[in-house]
Protein backbone atom coordinates (compact mmCIF):
# COMPACT_ATOMS: atom_id res chain seq x y z
CA UNK A 1 0.00 0.00 0.00
CA UNK A 2 1.17 3.71 -1.17
CA UNK A 3 1.85 5.67 1.75
CA UNK A 4 1.53 9.43 1.80
CA UNK A 5 2.82 11.18 4.96
CA UNK A 6 2.77 14.89 5.51
CA UNK A 7 2.18 17.71 8.51
CA UNK A 8 -0.87 19.01 6.87
CA UNK A 9 -2.59 19.37 2.99
CA UNK A 10 -4.59 22.54 2.51
CA UNK A 11 -7.03 23.41 -0.11
CA UNK A 12 -6.83 27.11 -1.84
CA UNK A 13 -10.00 28.11 -0.30
CA UNK A 14 -10.78 26.30 3.24
CA UNK A 15 -9.57 23.99 5.40
CA UNK A 16 -11.38 20.80 4.68
CA UNK A 17 -8.40 18.72 3.42
CA UNK A 18 -7.42 16.21 6.12
CA UNK A 19 -4.03 16.44 8.12
CA UNK A 20 -1.47 14.05 7.46
CA UNK A 21 0.79 13.88 10.01
CA UNK A 22 5.06 12.52 9.60
CA UNK A 23 6.83 11.88 7.39
CA UNK A 24 5.90 12.13 3.71
CA UNK A 25 7.36 9.62 1.56
CA UNK A 26 5.91 10.00 -2.94
CA UNK A 27 7.85 6.73 -4.72
CA UNK A 28 7.15 5.72 -8.16
CA UNK A 29 9.29 4.56 -10.63
CA UNK A 30 7.57 7.44 -12.80
CA UNK A 31 7.35 10.70 -12.19
CA UNK A 32 5.84 13.63 -10.19
CA UNK A 33 3.10 16.12 -12.08
CA UNK A 34 3.09 19.33 -10.22
CA UNK A 35 0.62 21.69 -10.55
CA UNK A 36 0.74 23.68 -14.05
CA UNK A 37 -0.78 27.08 -16.15
CA UNK A 38 0.34 29.83 -17.75
CA UNK A 39 1.56 33.06 -16.48
CA UNK A 40 -1.83 35.02 -16.56
CA UNK A 41 -2.73 32.16 -14.31
CA UNK A 42 -0.16 32.24 -11.57
CA UNK A 43 -1.95 32.90 -7.90
CA UNK A 44 -0.95 36.54 -6.74
CA UNK A 45 -1.30 36.01 -2.65
CA UNK A 46 0.49 32.48 -1.88
CA UNK A 47 2.76 30.83 0.52
CA UNK A 48 6.63 31.12 -0.14
CA UNK A 49 7.62 28.31 -1.71
CA UNK A 50 4.69 27.12 -3.45
CA UNK A 51 5.47 25.33 -6.83
CA UNK A 52 4.28 25.37 -10.09
CA UNK A 53 4.78 24.54 -14.14
CA UNK A 54 4.72 27.40 -15.94
CA UNK A 55 3.45 26.61 -19.30
CA UNK A 56 4.33 29.45 -21.28
CA UNK A 57 8.37 29.39 -20.11
CA UNK A 58 8.26 25.81 -19.83
CA UNK A 59 10.09 25.47 -16.72
CA UNK A 60 9.48 24.86 -12.72
CA UNK A 61 8.67 27.86 -10.88
CA UNK A 62 8.75 29.24 -6.86
CA UNK A 63 7.40 31.78 -5.49
CA UNK A 64 9.76 33.66 -3.09
CA UNK A 65 7.15 36.15 -1.40
CA UNK A 66 5.29 39.03 -2.32
CA UNK A 67 8.25 41.63 -2.78
CA UNK A 68 10.32 38.66 -5.37
CA UNK A 69 7.35 37.37 -6.47
CA UNK A 70 7.61 33.99 -8.92
CA UNK A 71 11.25 32.71 -9.72
CA UNK A 72 12.20 30.13 -12.15
CA UNK A 73 14.03 27.11 -10.64
CA UNK A 74 15.64 25.87 -14.10
CA UNK A 75 18.59 27.75 -15.10
CA UNK A 76 21.29 27.58 -18.11
CA UNK A 77 24.42 26.85 -17.11
CA UNK A 78 27.65 27.98 -18.14
CA UNK A 79 29.92 25.67 -20.63
CA UNK A 80 31.53 24.30 -16.84
CA UNK A 81 28.16 23.51 -15.98
CA UNK A 82 28.23 26.40 -13.39
CA UNK A 83 25.46 28.99 -13.20
CA UNK A 84 26.69 32.35 -12.91
CA UNK A 85 25.00 35.03 -10.07
CA UNK A 86 22.71 37.59 -11.86
CA UNK A 87 23.98 40.91 -12.64
CA UNK A 88 23.03 44.25 -14.00
CA UNK A 89 25.43 46.47 -15.46
CA UNK A 90 24.92 50.29 -16.66
CA UNK A 91 27.51 51.97 -18.75
CA UNK A 92 28.50 55.76 -19.66
CA UNK A 93 25.94 58.03 -19.69
CA UNK A 94 25.58 61.94 -19.91
CA UNK A 95 26.70 64.76 -18.04
CA UNK A 96 25.62 67.81 -17.92
CA UNK A 97 26.69 70.02 -20.69
CA UNK A 98 27.28 67.20 -23.24
CA UNK A 99 30.11 65.83 -21.33
CA UNK A 100 30.57 61.94 -21.15
CA UNK A 101 31.23 58.91 -19.29
CA UNK A 102 32.75 56.17 -19.76
CA UNK A 103 32.12 54.51 -16.11
CA UNK A 104 30.68 50.94 -15.79
CA UNK A 105 28.71 50.00 -12.53
CA UNK A 106 27.32 46.63 -11.37
CA UNK A 107 24.16 45.82 -9.39
CA UNK A 108 23.42 42.12 -7.97
CA UNK A 109 19.34 41.43 -9.18
CA UNK A 110 19.03 39.57 -5.29
CA UNK A 111 20.37 41.59 -3.34
CA UNK A 112 19.88 45.25 -5.12
CA UNK A 113 22.92 45.96 -3.53
CA UNK A 114 24.42 49.46 -4.20
CA UNK A 115 25.82 49.95 -7.82
CA UNK A 116 29.85 49.38 -7.42
CA UNK A 117 32.59 50.40 -9.90
CA UNK A 118 33.47 47.45 -12.40
CA UNK A 119 35.76 49.32 -14.61
CA UNK A 120 35.50 51.70 -17.81
CA UNK A 121 34.16 51.57 -21.31
CA UNK A 122 37.45 51.77 -22.73
CA UNK A 123 37.25 52.82 -26.94
CA UNK A 124 34.96 55.76 -27.96
CA UNK A 125 36.13 57.56 -30.93
CA UNK A 126 38.31 60.67 -30.54
CA UNK A 127 36.37 61.96 -26.62
CA UNK A 128 39.07 60.83 -24.45
CA UNK A 129 36.15 60.99 -22.01
CA UNK A 130 34.35 58.06 -23.28
CA UNK A 131 30.75 58.33 -25.16
CA UNK A 132 27.16 58.54 -24.32
CA UNK A 133 23.94 57.34 -26.37
CA UNK A 134 25.26 54.06 -27.44
CA UNK A 135 23.53 50.38 -27.57
CA UNK A 136 23.82 47.28 -25.69
CA UNK A 137 23.27 43.74 -25.52
CA UNK A 138 24.73 40.50 -24.26
CA UNK A 139 25.33 36.88 -24.08
CA UNK A 140 25.68 34.80 -20.43
CA UNK A 141 29.39 35.83 -20.18
CA UNK A 142 30.29 39.34 -22.43
CA UNK A 143 28.05 42.70 -21.73
CA UNK A 144 28.35 44.81 -25.05
CA UNK A 145 28.58 48.53 -25.84
CA UNK A 146 28.79 49.73 -29.62
CA UNK A 147 28.38 52.63 -31.65
CA UNK A 148 27.72 56.05 -29.69
CA UNK A 149 28.10 59.65 -29.42
CA UNK A 150 31.52 60.85 -30.04
CA UNK A 151 33.14 63.06 -32.82
CA UNK A 152 32.64 61.60 -34.83
CA UNK A 153 29.80 59.28 -34.12
CA UNK A 154 31.59 55.68 -33.08
CA UNK A 155 31.59 52.78 -35.00
CA UNK A 156 33.52 50.83 -31.82
CA UNK A 157 32.03 47.45 -30.88
CA UNK A 158 33.36 47.01 -27.16
CA UNK A 159 32.68 44.04 -24.54
CA UNK A 160 33.62 43.49 -20.88
CA UNK A 161 33.49 39.55 -19.35
CA UNK A 162 30.66 39.89 -16.50
CA UNK A 163 31.97 37.85 -14.08
CA UNK A 164 35.31 39.46 -13.58
CA UNK A 165 36.06 43.33 -13.33
CA UNK A 166 38.10 45.07 -15.66
CA UNK A 167 37.88 47.41 -18.81
CA UNK A 168 36.26 46.68 -22.09
CA UNK A 169 37.90 44.90 -24.85
CA UNK A 170 37.80 45.99 -28.75
CA UNK A 171 35.23 43.47 -30.58
CA UNK A 172 34.77 44.65 -33.85
CA UNK A 173 32.74 47.64 -35.75
CA UNK A 174 29.69 48.13 -36.67
CA UNK A 175 28.90 48.90 -40.63
CA UNK A 176 28.81 52.87 -39.52
CA UNK A 177 29.14 55.55 -36.81
CA UNK A 178 25.92 55.91 -35.09
CA UNK A 179 23.85 56.92 -31.89
CA UNK A 180 21.30 56.17 -29.81
CA UNK A 181 21.37 52.70 -31.72
CA UNK A 182 19.59 49.83 -29.89
CA UNK A 183 20.47 45.89 -29.18
CA UNK A 184 18.86 43.11 -28.77
CA UNK A 185 20.37 39.48 -28.08
CA UNK A 186 19.93 35.71 -27.50
CA UNK A 187 22.20 33.22 -26.25
CA UNK A 188 24.54 33.62 -29.57
CA UNK A 189 23.62 36.46 -31.44
CA UNK A 190 23.18 40.37 -30.83
CA UNK A 191 21.65 42.38 -33.27
CA UNK A 192 22.03 46.24 -33.67
CA UNK A 193 18.59 47.99 -34.49
CA UNK A 194 18.65 51.27 -35.92
CA UNK A 195 19.79 54.87 -34.55
CA UNK A 196 21.32 57.92 -36.10
CA UNK A 197 23.62 58.81 -38.28
CA UNK A 198 26.02 61.84 -39.34
CA UNK A 199 24.85 63.56 -42.01
CA UNK A 200 27.51 66.25 -42.19
CA UNK A 201 29.51 67.99 -39.00
CA UNK A 202 28.42 67.32 -35.86
CA UNK A 203 26.42 67.10 -34.07
CA UNK A 204 23.67 68.73 -35.20
CA UNK A 205 23.38 67.24 -38.55
CA UNK A 206 22.09 63.68 -38.43
CA UNK A 207 19.58 61.54 -40.27
CA UNK A 208 17.95 58.29 -39.00
CA UNK A 209 18.74 55.04 -40.37
CA UNK A 210 16.58 51.58 -40.62
CA UNK A 211 19.76 49.10 -40.88
CA UNK A 212 19.53 45.84 -38.54
CA UNK A 213 22.95 44.12 -38.49
CA UNK A 214 24.61 41.41 -36.15
CA UNK A 215 27.54 39.63 -34.85
CA UNK A 216 28.29 36.44 -33.11
CA UNK A 217 29.28 37.11 -29.47
CA UNK A 218 31.67 34.60 -28.96
CA UNK A 219 33.99 35.46 -31.40
CA UNK A 220 35.11 38.96 -32.80
CA UNK A 221 34.00 40.22 -35.87
CA UNK A 222 32.39 43.38 -37.94
CA UNK A 223 28.54 43.65 -37.81
CA UNK A 224 26.73 41.61 -40.70
CA UNK A 225 24.02 43.01 -42.57
CA UNK A 226 20.37 41.52 -41.29
CA UNK A 227 17.51 42.96 -43.01
CA UNK A 228 15.47 46.44 -42.10
CA UNK A 229 13.44 48.08 -39.57
CA UNK A 230 9.94 49.44 -40.63
CA UNK A 231 10.97 53.23 -40.63
CA UNK A 232 13.91 54.63 -39.07
CA UNK A 233 13.88 55.21 -35.44
CA UNK A 234 16.05 56.34 -32.83
CA UNK A 235 15.85 57.36 -29.20
CA UNK A 236 14.07 54.15 -28.64
CA UNK A 237 13.93 50.94 -26.21
CA UNK A 238 14.52 47.29 -26.98
CA UNK A 239 13.88 43.98 -25.51
CA UNK A 240 13.08 40.51 -26.46
CA UNK A 241 13.17 36.95 -25.34
CA UNK A 242 15.19 33.70 -26.87
CA UNK A 243 13.35 33.88 -29.69
CA UNK A 244 12.21 37.38 -30.93
CA UNK A 245 13.93 40.96 -30.39
CA UNK A 246 11.56 44.16 -29.79
CA UNK A 247 11.65 47.44 -30.21
CA UNK A 248 9.53 49.92 -28.80
CA UNK A 249 8.70 53.75 -29.49
CA UNK A 250 11.18 56.04 -30.51
CA UNK A 251 11.65 58.98 -32.80
CA UNK A 252 14.39 60.50 -34.90
CA UNK A 253 15.62 63.99 -35.87
CA UNK A 254 15.29 63.90 -39.92
CA UNK A 255 12.08 63.90 -40.17
CA UNK A 256 11.51 64.57 -36.90
CA UNK A 257 8.93 62.33 -35.08
CA UNK A 258 7.68 60.17 -32.03
CA UNK A 259 5.80 56.85 -32.37
CA UNK A 260 3.99 54.71 -29.97
CA UNK A 261 4.86 51.78 -32.54
CA UNK A 262 6.23 48.14 -31.52
CA UNK A 263 8.07 46.07 -34.09
CA UNK A 264 10.18 43.02 -33.80
CA UNK A 265 12.77 40.79 -35.78
CA UNK A 266 13.39 36.38 -34.98
CA UNK A 267 16.70 37.23 -34.21
CA UNK A 268 18.36 33.72 -35.26
CA UNK A 269 16.83 34.76 -39.06
CA UNK A 270 17.51 37.29 -41.09
CA UNK A 271 15.07 39.43 -42.85
CA UNK A 272 13.19 42.92 -41.55
CA UNK A 273 11.47 43.70 -38.72
CA UNK A 274 7.36 42.89 -37.87
CA UNK A 275 4.57 45.20 -36.85
CA UNK A 276 3.94 43.89 -33.29
CA UNK A 277 1.89 46.76 -32.10
CA UNK A 278 1.35 49.92 -30.05
CA UNK A 279 2.55 51.24 -26.46
CA UNK A 280 -0.09 52.87 -24.41
CA UNK A 281 1.69 56.35 -25.36
CA UNK A 282 4.02 58.00 -27.90
CA UNK A 283 7.19 57.75 -26.68
CA UNK A 284 11.07 58.72 -26.89
CA UNK A 285 14.56 58.18 -25.01
CA UNK A 286 12.24 55.23 -22.72
CA UNK A 287 13.69 52.51 -21.35
CA UNK A 288 13.33 48.84 -21.88
CA UNK A 289 14.12 44.95 -20.39
CA UNK A 290 12.64 41.94 -20.21
CA UNK A 291 12.47 38.59 -18.44
CA UNK A 292 11.34 35.30 -21.07
CA UNK A 293 8.02 36.40 -21.05
CA UNK A 294 7.26 39.96 -20.07
CA UNK A 295 8.85 42.79 -22.13
CA UNK A 296 8.37 46.49 -19.95
CA UNK A 297 9.38 50.04 -21.26
CA UNK A 298 9.17 53.43 -19.13
CA UNK A 299 9.67 57.12 -19.18
CA UNK A 300 9.58 59.23 -22.09
CA UNK A 301 11.18 62.16 -23.67
CA UNK A 302 7.68 63.20 -25.93
CA UNK A 303 6.12 64.41 -22.87
CA UNK A 304 7.16 63.99 -19.09
CA UNK A 305 5.68 60.67 -18.15
CA UNK A 306 6.90 57.75 -15.16
CA UNK A 307 4.46 55.23 -16.77
CA UNK A 308 5.64 51.42 -17.67
CA UNK A 309 4.19 49.61 -20.35
CA UNK A 310 3.92 46.12 -20.74
CA UNK A 311 3.79 43.23 -23.28
CA UNK A 312 4.15 39.57 -23.46
CA UNK A 313 6.54 38.73 -25.82
CA UNK A 314 5.59 35.79 -27.47
CA UNK A 315 2.55 36.77 -28.59
CA UNK A 316 1.53 40.26 -30.95
CA UNK A 317 -0.95 42.79 -29.61
CA UNK A 318 -0.72 46.71 -27.90
CA UNK A 319 0.80 47.00 -24.41
CA UNK A 320 -0.98 47.51 -21.18
CA UNK A 321 -0.54 49.57 -18.06
CA UNK A 322 2.21 47.73 -15.67
CA UNK A 323 2.76 50.45 -13.41
CA UNK A 324 4.71 53.75 -12.94
CA UNK A 325 8.79 54.63 -12.29
CA UNK A 326 9.47 55.79 -8.65
CA UNK A 327 10.90 58.95 -10.51
CA UNK A 328 9.52 61.20 -13.66
CA UNK A 329 12.52 60.36 -15.82
CA UNK A 330 13.61 60.35 -19.09
CA UNK A 331 16.81 58.41 -21.09
CA UNK A 332 17.04 56.17 -18.56
CA UNK A 333 19.29 52.79 -18.49
CA UNK A 334 17.56 49.40 -17.60
CA UNK A 335 18.63 45.88 -17.38
CA UNK A 336 16.70 42.71 -15.60
CA UNK A 337 16.98 38.94 -14.67
CA UNK A 338 14.44 36.70 -14.67
CA UNK A 339 12.74 38.27 -11.49
CA UNK A 340 13.76 41.74 -11.74
CA UNK A 341 13.94 44.86 -13.80
CA UNK A 342 16.37 47.55 -12.79
CA UNK A 343 15.62 51.48 -14.40
CA UNK A 344 18.99 53.67 -13.53
CA UNK A 345 19.29 57.33 -13.65
CA UNK A 346 17.84 59.65 -16.65
CA UNK A 347 17.90 62.61 -17.80
CA UNK A 348 21.23 65.11 -17.66
CA UNK A 349 21.87 64.98 -13.81
CA UNK A 350 19.35 61.69 -12.02
CA UNK A 351 21.42 59.38 -10.63
CA UNK A 352 18.50 57.63 -8.88
CA UNK A 353 18.15 53.26 -9.14
CA UNK A 354 14.37 51.87 -8.63
CA UNK A 355 13.00 48.25 -9.45
CA UNK A 356 10.15 46.31 -10.41
CA UNK A 357 9.19 42.59 -10.21
CA UNK A 358 8.40 41.75 -13.73
CA UNK A 359 5.84 38.74 -12.60
CA UNK A 360 3.59 41.02 -11.03
CA UNK A 361 2.81 44.48 -12.01
CA UNK A 362 2.56 47.71 -9.89
CA UNK A 363 5.10 50.89 -9.28
CA UNK A 364 8.70 50.58 -9.25
CA UNK A 365 10.49 50.46 -6.03
CA UNK A 366 13.74 52.73 -5.04
CA UNK A 367 16.69 51.25 -3.92
CA UNK A 368 20.28 53.10 -4.20
CA UNK A 369 21.89 55.27 -6.46
CA UNK A 370 24.97 55.42 -9.06
CA UNK A 371 27.94 57.04 -8.69
CA UNK A 372 27.32 59.24 -11.06
CA UNK A 373 24.04 61.81 -12.13
CA UNK A 374 23.78 61.58 -16.15
CA UNK A 375 21.36 59.94 -18.70
CA UNK A 376 21.61 58.36 -22.03
CA UNK A 377 23.44 55.81 -20.62
CA UNK A 378 22.25 51.81 -21.10
CA UNK A 379 21.88 48.45 -19.69
CA UNK A 380 22.31 44.76 -19.88
CA UNK A 381 22.74 41.77 -17.86
CA UNK A 382 24.07 37.77 -17.80
CA UNK A 383 20.29 37.07 -17.26
CA UNK A 384 18.15 38.48 -19.56
CA UNK A 385 15.29 37.47 -21.33
CA UNK A 386 17.03 36.34 -24.52
CA UNK A 387 19.34 34.02 -22.03
CA UNK A 388 16.44 31.79 -20.73
Not at 139 to 152: E, L, N
Not at 173 to 198: F, H, P, W, Y
Not at 203 to 221: C, D, L, R
Not at 371 to 378: I, K, L, R, W
Request: aromatic residues 10%; hydrophobic residues 30%.
Amino acid sequence: MSEINASNFKKEHGDLAPDLVGVTELTSPYFFVPPSGNTAERPEDCEPGTLRFNTDIGSLEVFRGKTIGWEQIQRNPLSDGTYPEARGFHHCGRRPGNGSLNIVEMVTFASLSTPVDFGDMALGGSDANGTFECGAFASQTRGFAFGGRTDPFSDVIQFVTMSTFGNSIDFGNLSEGAQLTMGVSDKTRGCRLGGIKSAGPQPYQSAGVNHIEFVTMSSAGNTTDFGDLEDTPALAASCGDRTRGILMGGGAPSPGYSTDKIQFITIQSTGNAIDFGNLEQVTTYNAASSNSVRGISGGNGASPSNKIDFITIATTGNAQDFGDMAVSKYARGSCSSQTRAIFTSGDNSAAECDFVTLATLGNSISFGSLSFGGGYNQGFSNSHGGLM
